[in-house]
C-alpha cells in the first residue's frame, strides 16, 4: 500500500463551527466543513507543517439557546435616588450544534502526526475541545476519500461558492467545493 497520509481522528461530545453569513442571524446551525482560515488556524496551533486533507462527520444538531450582550451600553439615570446605572441589552439566540463530531486531519508525515496526536483542538469556539481518538492511520489518498464525511475542497472552480474572507491572507475571499462522502450525519460513523 503506498502511504500517502498519516491520519488523527479527533472526537468530542460537541461543535460549532460558526459560519460567516451569521454575524446576526436569530437561528444558526453549524458549519459542516473547515474552511482554509479555520484549517491554518488549526495547523498553527498544532505547530505543524501542514494539514493535507480533513473529513468532518457527526450524529446530529442539537439547538441550543445562548444569551449574547449587545455592543453598545444604556445609561439610566434614578434622579430620585441621585443613581446612575449602565446596562447592556441582552438577546437570545439560538445554535445548533453539532453532536458527537469526528474530524479526520490527513498530515504528509508521521512527525506531523504525533505533534497533532499529542493535542487538543478547539472546533473554532474554545469551548468546543476535540481530543485525539484512537491511533494514527497510515492510509492512501484513495482510502482516504472513502472516509465518510464533509470536506471542503479550496480553491475556486465551476462549483465552488464562496466560504468567508482568510484573516490569514489580509481578508482574501475564500472559495471551495463541498465534497461528501457517505451518510455523513448519523450514527453510522461513530464505530469506526
Known sequence: MDISYHVVTYTGPFGFIKP?????????????????STVE???????????????LTHDGFSVQGETTQSAGIDRKTVKKYQEVTYKRAT???????????????????????????RQHLCLSRNED??????????????????????????????????????????????YGTLDITGDPVGTEHINR
Open 129 to 174: 475541545v476535540v481530543m485525539p481518538n484512537g491511533p494514527i492511520r497510515e492510509m492512501s489518498e484513495p482510502k482516504f476519500d472513502e472516509l465518510t464525511g464533509f470536506e471542503l475542497v479550496f480553491g475556486q472552480g465551476d462549483d465552488a461558492f464562496m466560504v468567508g474572507y482568510n484573516r490569514y491572507v489580509d481578508g482574501a475571499p475564500m
Open 91 to 117: 438577546a437570545v439566540l439560538d445554535r445548533g450544534v453539532m453532536l458527537n463530531p469526528r474530524l479526520h486531519l490527513a498530515f504528509p508525515t508521521r512527525g506531523d502526526a504525533e505533534t497533532a496526536h
Open 20 to 36: 460567516w453569513t451569521a454575524v446576526r442571524d436569530e437561528l444558526t446551525y453549524s458549519q459542516q466543513f473547515l474552511t482554509p
Open 41 to 55: 488556524g488549526m495547523r498553527q496551533k498544532l505547530g505543524v507543517s501542514e494539514i493535507c486533507r480533513h473529513r
